[in-house]
């Protein structure tokens, strides 16, 4: 789990992410960012209802990918807001390719030192 601190939480900073940030997208997720003037990274994981109806299941995917974030943030540069967007392609047994594709994505975005 995300410590507090690392969690994205107000509507300004959702805002201005979604209307100025860079993005890229994968199979699975897609990431937003901005920087944020700050000494750590904050996250948000955005689970549309199209992707399950079930809350639950909602809620697991959320935590699955939040313990990646978790174990990627250490070889993370500082200072970046960041939204994950999870897609419509993500299954149960995928979580394995959803770190790589992560890894992936932040590399192609800059913030993995």
Same mark, same amino acid.
Do not use: W
């Given at each position: 789990?995300?410590?507090?601190?690392?969690?994205?939480?107000?509507?300004?900073?959702?805002?201005?992410?979604?209307?100025?940030?860079?993005?890229?997208?994968?199979?699975? @997720?897609?990431? #937003? *960012? =901005? +920087?944020?003037?700050? !000494?750590?990274? /904050?996250?948000?994981?955005?689970?549309? %209802?199209?992707?399950?109806?079930?809350?639950?299941?909602?809620?697991? @995917?959320?935590? #699955? *990918? =939040? +313990?990646?974030?978790? !174990?990627?943030? /250490?070889?993370?540069?500082?200072?970046? %807001?960041?939204?994950?967007?999870?897609?419509?392609?993500?299954?149960?047994?995928?979580?394995?390719?959803?770190?790589?594709?992560?890894?992936?994505?932040?590399?192609?975005?800059?913030?993995? %030192?």
């Amino acid at each position: 789990m995300l410590p507090q601190k690392n969690r994205l939480k107000l509507n300004s900073d959702f805002s201005k992410l979604f209307k100025t940030g860079h993005s890229n997208y994968g199979r699975f @997720i897609g990431v #937003k *960012i =901005k +920087e944020n003037n700050e !000494e750590l990274n /904050k996250y948000a994981v955005v689970v549309s %209802n199209k992707i399950n109806k079930s809350a639950v299941r909602r809620n697991y @995917i959320k935590r #699955k *990918i =939040k +313990e990646k974030i978790r !174990e990627i943030d /250490k070889s993370c540069k500082k200072g970046f %807001n960041c939204v994950i967007i999870v897609l419509s392609d993500i299954k149960e047994d995928d979580y394995l390719e959803v770190k790589k594709e992560i890894i992936k994505i932040f590399t192609k975005l800059k913030i993995i %030192n």
